[in-house]
């Protein structure tokens, strides 16, 4: 057909139409994948629990997995095999989907869609005579071949494709206004409420949901899926093959039941899982956002309320309780029952709840079950600013403890736009209600469903009110607050923010998209070189009758500086929302997907994203071997470095051995990276590491790691030290039989112990430190690394785990995702100020050393490309988090210095930003920086906020004699972002023992450390700072080597000259040197072969001149080499072009005004 331009065809051959056909089925995946296969307008999407969309016109329906819209190529690297290609239809109330691919169709779907994405690109850009050219036969030889090369990967998942869904659905169930500009209602819509479900056999599923079945109306389905296993084959993606966004693959790392290579144990007494869990099986969250709720010996109390964002809810045994947390000083927030609204059961019959009947990244549906179904389901997805309830055959109550406001001594309630007078005699009946509560002074909007037969009432009461319906329904109602100053507008909580503004706008906003809302969640990443993309969907349910509307959430500070230009363009800025808390004002959103991008920790290993400056390498070399003293055990080098010996021997707590262990490894890698590997101390060093390091992963160690099969999870054994008066060796009193019973490991019900491990708390920052020793490892020692393979893995799915199809761990376990950091405290969260986390800086190290064993791993296991990238958008992720909200600025969105007066919070929590209790200034400051690894660069890469906290932090340890023996040497690197020639000073000053490792607080680190630290630092920014403050730049450090370095034996040493620093016209540091005699850049096009910078070396393009700086002609976003372009001949050319271009069409313009040429001239 014409309409197909390049995909169609002018002659009736075989290949031709083979072409056409394959140039259909290009098409309509290209729709899917781009998110474009729209049905019509009439088409209404719904999902089951697992987030799958169908869609239904004129009596066929079709289902697309969202997952498999994650990006342009949904299915790279993948078998195309889950296209359905029957489906049934019986009126009125059954939907049958079959997926059997003929013949032809598995040919052509089993190659991966990468390459008909190719092809399809290829044939758009031919013309029809090249296309005609091609030889039909050799073009099905082609295809067949291609398909053989994924015939072995996909036959067991072409065995198992076919998947059945039946789904019963109601009658119109979620029948609900929309109303117009004007005000009025538009005619209803009579909408089927469907559910199906299908699940690519090589997706991952991400919503977590009870076992349990249900009868439920709602959701009534039979699902036969192929639940991928260990013995099945999963293709790996391929990495390299085009350029662009690369999906990741949330596929499990590993298959190793964690109870063969450690130790495995039940819980029984403290700490098991609560009424919560009830209905669950297999691993569990533990430092989730809402684990206060899990937590809580009484969900209905503060200590197990659960901050929704931006509500905080509380759940109790018949209802959600809705309330809107109130600021105090802009660094913290309360909340009262006394101001919220109940949503749930009229009836308190025989229901068992609250639970979380299921859960996924970005929701929690809480269930209330009875009769064998859930009578109540409540999905809390976050930034929602709807509540929604979902009832199975049962009566809807919203109530207050509050009354209505009176109007001349009468209480109203606003139903459908009109005046109704509220009492217990009258039925009311309508689907928009809206009423002020007196005491809060809110406003708050209900949208209720139509029944089926249009005769649903409510009865009103005025005090204390409440709005009762007087028969079950099967549908959802919502409730929103759209002010919360309507009568109250001197109230306290009303003063200074953006609450009592005119409200009316986001009144129409909330009543627009009522119709629609969200029931689950799912987020894919992809990375494109140094840019990482974080992609949410969500799966939605849709209140009969009204328009399809995108869905409506709320952003806060944290979000809309990830959003891209065109994305920004979904912020509906002119609607003030009533909402403010600790984490900032918030934003209405109307959009059905959000995309989060960042800029990503560059792909270099274990390396700085710099080379050491030559000007420190002799110092860190002295250092590292000698004759310099390292300042940790008297006259030592760092080669000499040691654990002390119960961390050698594996005796004690995982944090402070893992801050060593990770200590030395980092002296391994930096000698690795000054060429020292080939030296018999290098080899002596990673011999050391090794073993230390085996000490604590082997099953027997004396402080073994064990897996708990309650939770699903590592945890150390933990350790009550043996004291023998330096008599024995170190040991731990433990239960003699623990090694053989690991449920007698006192971490299981001593929550003190090894600063909480064994309840969750800080597994990130515990096992941070050892995945990067075992990825220094990885690179170093290779045969130690695929010896200790299964453990390593074993800690990183701990923590990291990308997969929800991982049957032994819960996904990334302390990242709360909506807002990009994670929690650090585990099964003791139930407290009213909510999860916590404190020391950002190890939170961001904990991601790095993700993306250091992936990199470690490179070329070696499958999985290892992903992992690296999952490390580098997680650490992203966190280092944006500490950005917002630990770095106080005198500006922010969130909170000042005048409001906290501190420029770094100690403890951010659900509901305040405090300082640690009893702590000085500089210890807060300290815990906030360490360690200084490569990964550092991405928390202290602001140098606005860094020389503000610089100045305060410097001023508060020179105010404590403590500071210099403690946390000095990390003012020192902090400075260094500033200025490495006064960091270096700062060293230099430090005591003789400031990294011993009985300083607890620099025991991580060390002085080889902190001058490569210094040696990598870049060019020090222009900041424009405030008067008095620390200079925003300084003169070109200089540098002179106190002694030469001593030579091991054997070893020449080559001589090079010190450097004192830049003479009388010497180029300046940043420098660009002279691009041609006449000091011209001479232009050149992107990818032209052109001269490296002071060599006579070409390059073209994405190449690296040999002193690692990017080639001259390479394109603007190509950042592949260590260096940046020290010269950009392209820049120049587009300067150039720019400048004809508007030359030309001055011109055009002047000649078509009939002005002559030759009248004006162009500078």
Same mark, same amino acid.
């Given at each position: 057909?014409?309409?197909?331009?390049?995909?169609?065809?002018?002659?009736?051959?075989?290949?031709?139409?083979?072409?056409?056909?394959?140039?259909?089925?290009?098409?309509?995946?290209?729709?899917?994948?781009?998110?474009?296969?729209?049905?019509?307008?009439?088409?209404?999407?719904?999902?089951?629990?697992?987030?799958?969309?169908?869609?239904?016109?004129?009596?066929?329906?079709?289902?697309?997995?969202?997952?498999?819209?994650?990006?342009?190529?949904?299915?790279?690297?993948?078998?195309?095999?889950? +296209?359905? &290609?029957?489906? /049934?239809?019986?009126?009125?109330? $059954?939907? #049958?989907?079959?997926? =059997?691919? @003929? *013949?032809?169709?598995?040919?052509?779907?089993?190659?991966?869609?990468?390459?008909?994405?190719?092809?399809?690109?290829?044939?758009?850009?031919?013309?029809?005579?090249?296309?005609?050219?091609?030889?039909?036969?050799?073009?099905?030889?082609?295809?067949?071949?291609?398909?053989?090369?994924?015939?072995?990967?996909?036959?067991?998942?072409?065995?198992?494709?076919?998947?059945?869904?039946?789904?019963?659905?109601?009658?119109?169930?979620?029948?609900?206004?929309?109303?117009?500009?004007?005000?009025?209602?538009?005619?209803?819509?009579?909408?089927?409420?469907?559910?199906?479900?299908?699940?690519?056999?090589?997706?991952?599923?991400?919503?977590?949901?009870?076992?349990?079945?249900?009868?439920?109306? +709602?959701? &009534?389905?039979? /699902?036969?899926?192929?639940?991928? $296993?260990? #013995?099945?084959?999963? =293709?790996? @993606? *391929?990495?390299?093959?085009?350029?662009?966004?690369?999906?990741?693959?949330?596929?499990?790392?590993?298959?190793?039941?964690?109870?063969?290579?450690?130790?495995?144990?039940?819980?029984?007494?403290?700490?098991?899982?609560?009424?919560?869990?009830?209905?669950?099986?297999?691993?569990?969250?533990?430092?989730?956002?809402?684990?206060?709720?899990?937590?809580?010996?009484?969900?209905?109390?503060?200590?197990?309320?659960?901050?929704?964002?931006?509500?905080?809810?509380?759940?109790?045994?018949?209802?959600?309780?809705?309330?809107?947390?109130?600021?105090?000083?802009?660094?913290?927030?309360?909340?009262?029952?006394?101001?919220?609204?109940?949503?749930?059961?009229?009836?308190?019959?025989?229901?068992?709840?609250?639970?979380?009947?299921?859960?996924?990244?970005?929701?929690?549906?809480?269930?209330?079950?009875?009769?064998?179904?859930?009578?109540?389901?409540?999905?809390?997805?976050?930034?929602?600013?709807?509540?929604?309830?979902?009832?199975?055959?049962?009566?809807?109550?919203?109530?207050?403890?509050?009354?209505?406001?009176?109007?001349?001594?009468?209480?109203?309630?606003?139903?459908?736009?009109?005046?109704?007078?509220?009492?217990?005699?009258?039925?009311?009946?309508?689907?928009?209600?809206?009423?002020?509560?007196?005491?809060?002074?809110?406003?708050?909007?209900?949208?209720?469903?139509?029944?089926?037969?249009?005769?649903?009432?409510?009865?009103?009461?005025?005090?204390?009110?409440?709005?009762?319906?007087?028969?079950?329904?099967?549908?959802?109602?919502?409730?929103?607050?759209?002010?919360?100053?309507?009568?109250?507008?001197?109230?306290?909580?009303?003063?200074?923010?953006?609450?009592?503004?005119?409200?009316?706008?986001?009144?129409?906003?909330?009543?627009?998209?009522?119709?629609?809302?969200?029931?689950?969640?799912?987020?894919?990443?992809?990375?494109?070189?140094?840019?990482?993309?974080?992609?949410?969907?969500?799966?939605?349910?849709?209140?009969?009758?009204?328009?399809?509307?995108?869905?409506?959430?709320?952003?806060?500070?944290?979000?809309?500086?990830?959003?891209?230009?065109?994305?920004?363009?979904?912020?509906?800025?002119?609607?003030?929302?009533?909402?403010?808390?600790?984490?900032?004002?918030?934003?209405?959103?109307?959009?059905?997907?959000?995309?989060?991008?960042?800029?990503?920790?560059?792909?270099?290993?274990?390396?700085?994203?710099?080379?050491?400056?030559?000007?420190?390498?002799?110092?860190?070399?002295?250092?590292?071997?000698?004759?310099?003293?390292?300042?940790?055990?008297?006259?030592?080098?760092?080669?000499?470095?040691?654990?002390?010996?119960?961390?050698?021997?594996?005796?004690?707590?995982?944090?402070?051995?893992?801050?060593?262990?990770?200590?030395?490894?980092?002296?391994?890698?930096?000698?690795?990276?000054?060429?020292?590997?080939?030296?018999?101390?290098?080899?002596?060093?990673?011999?050391?590491?090794?073993?230390?390091?085996?000490?604590?992963?082997?099953?027997?160690?004396?402080?073994?790691?064990?897996?708990?099969?309650?939770?699903?999870?590592?945890?150390?054994?933990?350790?009550?030290?043996?004291?023998?008066?330096?008599?024995?060796?170190?040991?731990?009193?433990?239960?003699?039989?623990?090694?053989?019973?690991?449920?007698?490991?006192?971490?299981?019900?001593?929550?003190?112990?090894?600063?909480?491990?064994?309840?969750?708390?800080?597994?990130?920052?515990?096992?941070?430190?050892?995945?990067?020793?075992?990825?220094?490892?990885?690179?170093?020692?290779?045969?130690?690394?695929?010896?200790?393979?299964?453990?390593?893995?074993?800690?990183?799915?701990?923590?990291?785990?990308?997969?929800?199809?991982?049957?032994?761990?819960?996904?990334?376990?302390?990242?709360?995702?909506?807002?990009?950091?994670?929690?650090?405290?585990?099964?003791?969260?139930?407290?009213?100020?909510?999860?916590?986390?404190?020391?950002?800086?190890?939170?961001?190290?904990?991601?790095?050393?993700?993306?250091?064993?992936?990199?470690?791993?490179?070329?070696?296991?499958?999985?290892?490309?992903?992992?690296?990238?999952?490390?580098?958008?997680?650490?992203?992720?966190?280092?944006?988090?500490?950005?917002?909200?630990?770095?106080?600025?005198?500006?922010?969105?969130?909170?000042?210095?005048?409001?906290?007066?501190?420029?770094?919070?100690?403890?951010?929590?659900?509901?305040?930003?405090?300082?640690?209790?009893?702590?000085?200034?500089?210890?807060?400051?300290?815990?906030?920086?360490?360690?200084?690894?490569?990964?550092?660069?991405?928390?202290?890469?602001?140098?606005?906020?860094?020389?503000?906290?610089?100045?305060?932090?410097?001023?508060?340890?020179?105010?404590?004699?403590?500071?210099?023996?403690?946390?000095?040497?990390?003012?020192?690197?902090?400075?260094?972002?500033?200025?490495?020639?006064?960091?270096?000073?700062?060293?230099?000053?430090?005591?003789?023992?400031?990294?011993?490792?009985?300083?607890?607080?620099?025991?991580?680190?060390?002085?080889?450390?902190?001058?490569?630290?210094?040696?990598?630092?870049?060019?020090?920014?222009?900041?424009?700072?405030?008067?008095?403050?620390?200079?925003?730049?300084?003169?070109?450090?200089?540098?002179?080597?106190?002694?030469?370095?001593?030579?091991?034996?054997?070893?020449?040493?080559?001589?090079?000259?010190?450097?004192?620093?830049?003479?009388?016209?010497?180029?300046?540091?940043?420098?660009?040197?002279?691009?041609?005699?006449?000091?011209?850049?001479?232009?050149?096009?992107?990818?032209?072969?052109?001269?490296?910078?002071?060599?006579?070396?070409?390059?073209?393009?994405?190449?690296?001149?040999?002193?690692?700086?990017?080639?001259?002609?390479?394109?603007?976003?190509?950042?592949?080499?260590?260096?940046?372009?020290?010269?950009?001949?392209?820049?120049?050319?587009?300067?150039?072009?720019?400048?004809?271009?508007?030359?030309?069409?001055?011109?055009?313009?002047?000649?078509?005004?009939?002005?002559?040429?030759?009248?004006?001239?162009?500078?």
């Amino acid at each position: 057909p014409a309409g197909f331009g390049p995909l169609g065809t002018r002659d009736g051959g075989p290949a031709p139409r083979l072409r056409f056909l394959r140039g259909v089925v290009m098409l309509l995946g290209y729709l899917v994948m781009e998110g474009c296969l729209h049905v019509s307008a009439q088409q209404q999407h719904v999902t089951d629990i697992g987030g799958h969309t169908s869609g239904s016109l004129g009596g066929l329906s079709a289902t697309v997995d969202p997952r498999q819209l994650s990006d342009p190529l949904p299915w790279r690297g993948m078998p195309m095999v889950s +296209l359905p &290609t029957t489906v /049934t239809f019986t009126p009125p109330s $059954t939907v #049958t989907f079959t997926t =059997p691919a @003929p *013949p032809i169709m598995q040919m052509i779907t089993t190659q991966p869609a990468l390459a008909a994405v190719d092809v399809r690109s290829q044939l758009a850009s031919e013309s029809d005579e090249q296309v005609d050219r091609v030889d039909g036969e050799k073009e099905v030889e082609q295809e067949q071949k291609q398909s053989k090369n994924m015939e072995k990967q996909s036959t067991t998942l072409a065995a198992t494709t076919t998947t059945t869904t039946t789904t019963t659905a109601s009658p119109p169930l979620f029948l609900s206004p929309q109303r117009s500009a004007g005000g009025e209602l538009p005619p209803k819509e009579q909408v089927s409420f469907v559910t199906t479900s299908t699940v690519h056999p090589s997706a991952t599923s991400t919503r977590h949901a009870s076992t349990t079945s249900s009868t439920s109306p +709602l959701h &009534t389905s039979t /699902t036969h899926v192929h639940r991928k $296993t260990s #013995t099945d084959v999963a =293709p790996s @993606p *391929p990495s390299k093959l085009r350029r662009g966004p690369r999906r990741l693959w949330r596929l499990p790392v590993s298959s190793e039941e964690p109870g063969k290579v450690f130790a495995a144990a039940r819980r029984s007494g403290k700490f098991m899982p609560g009424k919560a869990f009830a209905y669950q099986s297999g691993p569990l969250p533990t430092n989730a956002w809402w684990q206060n709720f899990a937590s809580a010996a009484d969900p209905a109390t503060l200590e197990g309320s659960i901050f929704q964002m931006p509500y905080v809810i509380m759940a109790t045994s018949w209802a959600v309780h809705v309330m809107q947390p109130i600021m105090g000083h802009r660094h913290t927030q309360s909340y009262s029952r006394a101001s919220g609204v109940s949503l749930g059961l009229q009836e308190t019959r025989s229901v068992n709840g609250p639970m979380a009947e299921a859960w996924d990244e970005l929701s929690l549906t809480l269930g209330w079950r009875g009769g064998g179904s859930w009578p109540l389901k409540v999905p809390l997805v976050r930034g929602s600013p709807y509540i929604t309830a979902e009832y199975n055959g049962t009566s809807p109550r919203i109530a207050s403890e509050q009354s209505l406001r009176l109007h001349e001594g009468t209480a109203f309630i606003v139903i459908d736009g009109k005046l109704q007078v509220c009492n217990d005699h009258t039925g009311l009946q309508g689907r928009v209600f809206s009423f002020d509560l007196m005491e809060p002074g809110s406003t708050w909007f209900v949208f209720a469903p139509d029944s089926p037969d249009a005769n649903l009432t409510w009865r009103c009461q005025s005090s204390p009110f409440s709005l009762s319906a007087t028969h079950p329904i099967h549908g959802a109602v919502r409730v929103a607050l759209t002010n919360d100053c309507t009568t109250s507008s001197g109230s306290k909580h009303c003063e200074g923010s953006l609450n009592g503004e005119n409200s009316s706008e986001y009144s129409k906003l909330l009543v627009q998209h009522a119709g629609i809302y969200p029931r689950s969640a799912e987020i894919d990443f992809s990375v494109d070189g140094n840019k990482g993309i974080v992609t949410w969907r969500w799966g939605v349910g849709i209140l009969g009758g009204w328009q399809r509307r995108p869905l409506l959430l709320l952003a806060w500070p944290v979000h809309v500086p990830l959003f891209s230009a065109m994305d920004r363009g979904t912020i509906v800025s002119s609607a003030a929302t009533p909402f403010r808390d600790v984490r900032g004002a918030t934003m209405a959103v109307a959009a059905d997907t959000w995309q989060m991008h960042y800029d990503l920790f560059p792909d270099v290993g274990l390396r700085s994203p710099r080379p050491i400056d030559e000007r420190f390498r002799h110092r860190i070399l002295q250092t590292l071997r000698g004759p310099l003293p390292a300042l940790w055990n008297g006259a030592l080098p760092d080669r000499e470095f040691e654990l002390p010996l119960m961390y050698e021997l594996g005796v004690g707590d995982t944090y402070f051995s893992g801050q060593m262990v990770a200590r030395l490894a980092r002296l391994v890698s930096i000698a690795g990276e000054l060429g020292e590997s080939e030296e018999p101390y290098f080899a002596d060093m990673v011999e050391r590491l090794s073993l230390r390091v085996a000490a604590w992963l082997k099953m027997d160690s004396n402080t073994p790691f064990i897996y708990d099969k309650t939770w699903g999870g590592i945890i150390s054994c933990g350790c009550y030290l043996g004291d023998c008066e330096g008599g024995c060796e170190p040991r731990c009193k433990n239960d003699q039989n623990a090694s053989s019973s690991p449920e007698k490991c006192p971490a299981m019900n001593d929550a003190g112990l090894n600063f909480g491990n064994g309840v969750y708390n800080g597994h990130h920052f515990h096992y941070g430190y050892w995945i990067y020793a075992a990825a220094v490892l990885a690179k170093y020692n290779p045969k130690w690394e695929r010896t200790w393979h299964h453990q390593i893995l074993a800690l990183v799915r701990d923590y990291a785990n990308p997969s929800r199809e991982d049957p032994s761990f819960p996904v990334v376990r302390h990242k709360d995702w909506f807002l990009g950091f994670s929690w650090a405290d585990g099964l003791l969260t139930a407290s009213a100020n909510g999860a916590n986390q404190e020391s950002m800086s190890e939170a961001v190290n904990a991601y790095y050393a993700i993306y250091a064993y992936g990199a470690a791993l490179e070329g070696k296991v499958d999985f290892a490309d992903d992992l690296k990238d999952f490390g580098r958008i997680w650490m992203a992720m966190e280092a944006h988090g500490a950005e917002t909200y630990w770095h106080v600025r005198h500006k922010s969105q969130v909170y000042t210095n005048s409001d906290f007066p501190h420029h770094m919070v100690g403890i951010f929590s659900d509901h305040a930003a405090t300082q640690v209790s009893g702590r000085h200034d500089y210890e807060a400051s300290g815990v906030h920086l360490l360690p200084f690894t490569p990964a550092a660069e991405e928390y202290l890469k602001k140098a606005d906020w860094v020389q503000e906290h610089f100045k305060v932090y410097k001023e508060t340890c020179a105010k404590e004699a403590e500071c210099a023996n403690s946390w000095q040497w990390s003012l020192c690197l902090e400075q260094a972002v500033l200025d490495q020639s006064l960091a270096l000073q700062c060293l230099d000053a430090l005591p003789l023992d400031a990294f011993s490792t009985s300083n607890a607080a620099a025991c991580g680190n060390s002085m080889t450390s902190s001058l490569y630290w210094v040696a990598t630092r870049p060019a020090a920014p222009t900041v424009v700072v405030a008067e008095g403050d620390v200079p925003s730049a300084r003169p070109p450090p200089r540098y002179v080597d106190p002694a030469p370095v001593q030579p091991m034996p054997g070893q020449q040493i080559p001589q090079l000259p010190p450097n004192v620093g830049p003479g009388p016209g010497a180029a300046q540091p940043g420098a660009l040197p002279p691009a041609s005699a006449h000091g011209e850049v001479e232009p050149c096009a992107a990818g032209e072969s052109v001269l490296c910078p002071g060599s006579g070396d070409r390059c073209a393009g994405e190449q690296c001149c040999a002193d690692g700086t990017t080639c001259p002609s390479a394109v603007s976003d190509f950042t592949g080499c260590i260096k940046g372009k020290a010269l950009d001949c392209t820049a120049t050319l587009a300067a150039q072009n720019i400048t004809t271009a508007l030359a030309g069409a001055v011109l055009q313009r002047f000649r078509s005004s009939g002005v002559a040429a030759s009248s004006f001239s162009l500078g």
